[in-house]
């Protein structure tokens, strides 16, 4: 078969494989955010108190998590390709930056996957101590890993609705707990606070860490059906499932116990499930925390993988990385997300989470500054979900986020500000080296260009439909650089659209 047949049979692959409806993109945007109430509890320890963490689980969702899923939503709408925020940036700021933006996203994405295999085998040790032993733990982490990695080949559906069983596992232990805590709470518990004990440093860590990733999602964008209407709800309805699983166990486990704030670690829940329910439901949400590590992993992978899927498509990557399985899965970018995990599985979630927020927070700010400049230069542009906002209302959306982002990027540690830069170093000279493998063709690329056109070739190529046009589905615009003359289908169902079309 040659190289335009397989093309052709990759794209009718992707068209025919199955696509992510609402209820499992919920619960993969719930996965890419949450995944449960894992890891909170440092957030009673380092606030010093129940206080400063209940505060935090209701008013930075408010500043942070909305005006994120908000820009997400007409985002994701307005350019519905695998890649996601890459296409945002590239369309803004040309594809120098979209590819700094997908290589920061995409290395912080495979470096916190890595952990989830470690941190099941955590929760598993506590009954079964033979995963102390490295005899026992490495063969562990390799067949943990491997059989993702093979559920995400299978397919992205079968991910997704993998994640909405994980996600009733996970959830519903923390139920039981909730009920069993209502004779027991005593409200002026939650008041508690000394400010005396608060690290400030790891609160807003922790605050930020479980409640970013919203635009993780974009980069399936692709994959889903109807994104216009189905983006939009799936994640205002995560955004209220990840909030509920935060809050409602905090209230619960420190409204009915009066223990220290100290003791309050990655972890806690299991003890305070023991003693508010007894052993039973101190192992079911071990349990619970175990199989929600395997959902964070699924999501993540599929992020990941994906956005490489885009990026070659864009013409930033070599297409091997577009290559799709016969389940419409991208092979070579599955794979090449399971290595990174694979070799960085040796790394610890406290070594590196500072990291992980600083390269989020470069990206995000970034995002943000995409949004407001697209708004500008690009009103005319087809936003089947728009932020009711204007240009000066939008902008000060982004603000209170922006000023959130700078915060934490001020409280990270020399070391982070020092990994951070050799991992931006290498995104800045791997650019050029990939635009030089292509002018020597050492690889073969899907367009002619590296990425998508800068803003000022942005006209000659990008699709704007106009008012008048019949669209079944509105999200179906592309702004590939490789696009051939238009193609209007003649069915009201099917919009196809792969040239340029101007304004009359």
Not at 221 to 234: C, D, I, Y
Request: charge should be negative; proline fraction near 6%; include cysteine.
């Amino acid at each position: 078969m040659g190289e335009e047949g397989m093309a052709i049979d990759a794209e009718n692959k992707a068209r025919t494989s199955p696509k992510l409806t609402l209820l499992p993109l919920i619960a993969l945007i719930f996965y890419d955010v949450s995944g449960g109430p894992f890891g909170v509890e440092d957030s009673v320890r380092a606030g010093g108190g129940p206080l400063l963490s209940l505060l935090g689980f209701l008013l930075f969702p408010l500043i942070w998590s909305i005006p994120e899923a908000l820009i997400t939503a007409e985002l994701a709408t307005s350019f519905p390709e695998n890649g996601g925020y890459v296409i945002w940036i590239s369309s803004a700021f040309g594809p120098f930056w979209g590819f700094q933006e997908g290589f920061w996203k995409w290395f912080s994405g495979v470096v916190d996957n890595a952990l989830y295999p470690v941190l099941f085998l955590d929760y598993l040790k506590r009954s079964f101590p033979i995963f102390n032993h490295l005899i026992a733990r490495i063969p562990a982490l390799l067949g943990i890993t491997v059989s993702l990695t093979y559920l995400n080949y299978r397919g992205l559906h079968i991910v997704g609705f993998s994640a909405v069983s994980l996600a009733v596992f996970s959830l519903c232990p923390f139920v039981v707990m909730s009920f069993l805590s209502i004779p027991r709470i005593s409200p002026k518990q939650w008041l508690a606070v000394d400010f005396k004990k608060v690290e400030w440093r790891g609160y807003f860590n922790c605050m930020f860490w479980n409640l970013n990733y919203w635009d993780k999602a974009s980069t399936l964008a692709g994959e889903v059906e109807n994104p216009s209407k189905t983006f939009p709800k799936a994640l205002f309805g995560a955004l209220i499932l990840v909030v509920s699983s935060y809050l409602i166990p905090l209230l619960a486990g420190t409204g009915a116990l009066k223990s220290p704030s100290s003791e309050w670690s990655d972890g806690y829940f299991a003890e305070v499930g023991m003693l508010i329910g007894g052993v039973w439901l101190k192992w079911w949400i071990q349990a619970a925390a175990a199989m929600s590590n395997l959902g964070l992993f699924e999501a993540e992978m599929s992020g990941d993988a994906f956005q490489l899927l885009g990026m070659s498509e864009m013409g930033m990557l070599p297409s091997i990385f577009a290559s799709r399985s016969k389940y419409g899965t991208p092979t070579i970018s599955i794979l090449c997300s399971a290595t990174g995990v694979i070799f960085l599985s040796w790394m610890s979630f406290q070594e590196i989470l500072e990291f992980l927020n600083f390269l989020y927070a470069i990206g995000m700010l970034l995002e943000f500054a995409a949004f407001i400049k697209l708004r500008i230069k690009k009103p005319e542009l087809h936003r089947p979900y728009k932020v009711p906002l204007q240009t000066l209302g939008a902008t000060l959306l982004c603000l209170p986020p922006a000023m959130l982002l700078v915060l934490v990027m001020c409280l990270a540690s020399v070391q982070t500000f020092l990994v951070s830069s050799v991992v931006i170093l290498l995104g800045f000279l791997l650019y050029p080296t990939l635009v030089h493998a292509k002018d020597r063709k050492w690889a073969k690329f899907d367009t002619d260009e590296p990425g998508l056109p800068s803003s000022t070739s942005l006209e000659e190529n990008s699709v704007l439909l106009q008012p008048h046009q019949e669209v079944a589905d509105e999200a179906s615009v592309s702004l590939l650089s490789d696009l051939s003359p238009t193609k209007l289908g003649q069915e009201r169902g099917e919009v196809l659209v792969e040239g340029v079309v101007k304004e009359e």
